[in-house]
């Protein structure tokens, strides 16, 4: 009965997500429409470019993306022999869907069945999750390896040293290349364990946590390579560091990076009208995309330099302005970001009233969740807040979007179920507990 349970859940939300990959979104967001293009240019012409007839008259340099959702779509059109988006999103679908059984068993890892029934049911049926089908994203890629990562890496808890950490490493590793902000969060990951096992002695306590981030490193290192050579400096991953940490330290946008253009053209008069965004103009009445601008500012504080260095330069500089002279108002820009990733989710489901108090709620489930897993398990306390912590950090320094959230989407549903099973059986135990009546003469 209880595997029936899970089964339905697992195939219920694996047909929400194909009907969703099946129709396709109503407005594809351009990071996907970019996956799609890089990973039609590496299966057509074998090179990491975007290509198609739909190139827009502003395209980003292909090194500003994460190079793992491409290769794996390029390689899956090759597999196929079809460079069918349609076909690319089931594919991806049906991937994302597995993280929903890893939600299950990361819940149950941390309270039992029932927490982790819940859990995903809530990773299962939240509904971006589900929209999102309908796009090529890394979101739900880098769910399930960060789940895996993390179900892998709790089962070594007692481990010494030895090849069962290579196994996290890896997943950390794939995880990396999909979203490379998971390679700061397996160096951190990597020093929590490290630190929380330094009563075995330093040898025992850094030789598996060593092992997991040589392992994680050996599944980037190729990509760094070709970057080496391609870009002529040392790139680990992706370029797009400068234009997200300029984005991220941007202090008028509030946080916000919807605000970011309107701002900019305001801070910077004729910025709209500069020669690189007039020599590829954006279609009648709609604004240049953000990178375009970006690159434009870039070229005009530094012409000649590379934009994605000046951009992060210039980054350095507003955050260290701001922390020198305005630090009040940097901590409340810190708090507007933490509040974009975390509490403002996707408009498509917060628009609304009902979809913002079901974020808010699972969200505040989650963390009475993280509170059962610390009055109970210090292990994978310490491994969850590193994660949670290190997320926030990233969004906090560079763009505070709600998909940094969305792409460890898995340990906050089974944290969610976690903190619902435990309110349930409190609220049972209550209902149960006989009551103090009268004595009957």
Request: hydrophobic share 50%; aromatic share 8%.
């Amino acid at each position: 009965m209880r595997l029936a349970a899970l089964l339905l859940i697992v195939l219920a939300g694996l047909a929400l997500r194909l009907d969703a990959a099946w129709d396709g979104a109503e407005e594809n967001l351009p990071d996907s429409a970019a996956y799609e293009r890089l990973a039609r240019g590496l299966a057509t012409e074998g090179r990491f470019e975007q290509v198609g007839p739909d190139l827009p008259p502003w395209i980003q340099p292909a090194t500003n993306y994460s190079p793992g959702l491409p290769l794996l779509v390029g390689g899956f059109f090759e597999l196929v022999g079809t460079d069918d988006a349609r076909t690319a999103r089931l594919f991806l679908a049906l991937l994302a869907s597995l993280a929903i059984p890893v939600t299950f068993l990361l819940g149950r890892e941390l309270s039992g069945y029932w927490a982790g029934l819940i859990g995903a049911a809530v990773f299962a049926f939240y509904p971006t999750l589900i929209s999102d089908s309908g796009m090529l994203l890394t979101e739900g890629l880098a769910g399930l390896l960060i789940g895996l990562a993390l179900l892998t890496l709790f089962r070594l808890k007692d481990a010494g040293p030895g090849p069962a950490w290579i196994v996290p490493g890896l997943l950390f590793g794939l995880g990396a290349m999909v979203r490379p902000e998971f390679l700061l969060v397996c160096l951190v990951v990597a020093a929590t364990v490290a630190v929380g096992r330094r009563s075995t002695g330093i040898r025992s306590a850094l030789a598996g946590p060593l092992i997991l981030v040589a392992a994680t490193l050996l599944v980037i290192a190729p990509w760094t390579v070709r970057n080496v050579v391609e870009l002529d400096r040392f790139v680990p991953l992706s370029t797009g560091g400068g234009q997200a940490l300029f984005t991220g330290s941007y202090l008028p946008s509030g946080g916000d990076p919807q605000r970011l253009l309107p701002e900019l053209f305001e801070q910077y008069p004729g910025l709209d009208s500069d020669p690189v965004i007039t020599e590829s103009p954006p279609p009648r009445g709609e604004d240049p995309p953000e990178d375009q601008v970006l690159a434009a500012l870039a070229l005009r504080k530094a012409p000649g330099a590379k934009p994605d260095e000046t951009l992060a330069r210039l980054g350095r500089e507003q955050y260290l302005d701001a922390l020198v002279e305005r630090p009040i108002r940097l901590i409340g820009f810190a708090g507007q970001k933490t509040y974009h990733v975390w509490l403002r989710g996707r408009a498509s489901l917060t628009g609304n009233v009902p979809g913002r108090l079901l974020h808010w709620a699972i969200l505040g489930f989650a963390l009475l969740g993280l509170w059962q897993v610390w009055r109970s398990r210090s292990f994978e306390f310490r491994i969850l807040v590193a994660v949670l912590l290190t997320v926030t950090v990233i969004g906090l320094v560079l763009v505070s979007s709600p998909r940094r959230a969305l792409s460890i989407w898995p340990v906050v549903a089974a944290l969610a179920g976690t903190g619902v099973a435990l309110t349930a059986s409190v609220l049972r135990r209550r209902i149960e507990r006989p009551s103090n009546g009268l004595p009957v003469p």
